[in-house]
């Protein structure tokens, strides 16, 4: 039996003690959206396999937290609340299941772990210990993002039949943490390889994933897809994918990905039965039948981060799910771990393929 996420009083009335596991580049954005609830969620841990990375983080903090080399360590420190997982993706599942087993609660980056079972796995111990595990999808709090949600909530285009997504950006950060293969020595950005990112789609696509799972509220059925490394020849994480996806609901994702543009931008068009909505990076035009086109264009007050940590803590206060809870985030997910059976498998993936085995 699951246990409970009651309110727990003592909680309530003491500060959020964070540790923070992974102090790459990735972390910079982390460390500054917690900089504006440092009174209540200060941060009293910091762990890095880099033991002169965490001095720098630590020397910039208002107050000296405790720093390890060894996440296990972090984990057994009793002044550590909730941790933030920051770290390379194929180490999510292991990290996150010691945290909750440690009693903490996690915000762990996407993905929650490689595969669909593994991620299953994850969010099943969250709810058998009866912890708070959100995973940092912070793309919910991008202000184009919850204007679409709303007008899409309110019904202004009806209901949603088609949405077709492109992606497009340069390679990844060159300076990236190097993984070392145990056999050889030969150090690889660790988003290059399968082992350690699984795939383009799970590493950068996920978020827009998310986003449209947080419109369609609608189960994968069935998806094709192409792709490959057609540009950076060598890696094993594609530069370039195509999907095609049906949901529960009727509705269709058509969804193409690039990782060698010049840039980067996406756009995104949906269709319902009453309008459309186009999203061209941080512009909309909502068109609606009968009516001259409206445009709205955005900018956000507040980092996403900042706001992500916010409902976090609430959850961890309240203990109440995250938005960004894991069920949410393994729908997410599905279309990524779809798209990478589809190609490699060349054929069809369907509802069945994501069947709690016996």
Request: glycine letters at 6%.
């Amino acid at each position: 039996m699951a246990a409970s996420l009651a309110p727990l009083a003592a909680q309530e009335l003491r500060p959020i003690r964070i540790g923070i596991i992974g102090l790459g580049n990735r972390s910079r954005n982390h460390l500054d959206g917690l900089k504006l609830h440092r009174a209540d969620a200060p941060i009293t841990a910091l762990c890095d396999l880099d033991s002169s990375r965490a001095a720098r983080v630590n020397a910039a903090l208002p107050e000296s937290a405790a720093t390890y080399t060894d996440y296990r360590e972090l984990l057994a420190d009793r002044n550590v609340d909730a941790v933030v997982i920051v770290s390379p993706n194929f180490l999510h599942r292991e990290m996150a299941l010691a945290a909750l087993k440690a009693g903490k609660d996690v915000l762990v980056e996407k993905p929650l772990a490689l595969t669909y079972d593994a991620a299953r796995e994850v969010a099943a111990e969250a709810s058998r210990l009866g912890r708070v595990l959100a995973v940092g999808m912070q793309r919910r709090y991008f202000p184009a993002d919850a204007r679409i949600r709303q007008l899409v909530e309110e019904g202004r285009i009806g209901a949603i039949h088609f949405i077709s997504y492109n992606e497009f950006r340069g390679d990844w950060n060159p300076n990236s943490w190097k993984f070392s293969d145990p056999v050889t020595g030969a150090e690889t950005n660790w988003r290059y390889l399968r082992k350690t990112a699984g795939s383009s789609e799970l590493e950068l696509s996920i978020h827009s994933f998310g986003f449209v799972q947080s419109l369609l509220n609608s189960s994968l059925v069935k998806l094709s897809a192409s792709g490959g490394t057609v540009h950076f020849k060598g890696r094993e994480t594609r530069d370039l994918s195509t999907a095609i996806a049906d949901f529960s609901n009727g509705a269709r994702l058509e969804y193409s990905f690039c990782g060698f543009a010049p840039g980067a931008w996406h756009n995104c068009n949906i269709l319902g039965e009453k309008g459309a909505l186009e999203l061209h990076d941080n512009r909309l035009v909502i068109r609606s039948t009968g009516a001259k086109p409206e445009t709205e264009e955005f900018r956000a007050a507040e980092s996403a981060e900042s706001q992500m940590y916010r409902e976090f803590f609430r959850s961890v206060r309240d203990r109440t799910p995250s938005p960004l809870n894991a069920q949410f985030a393994i729908e997410a997910s599905k279309l990524a771990y779809a798209i990478d059976i589809a190609i490699i498998e060349n054929r069809a993936v369907t509802a069945a393929d994501f069947t709690p085995r016996a």
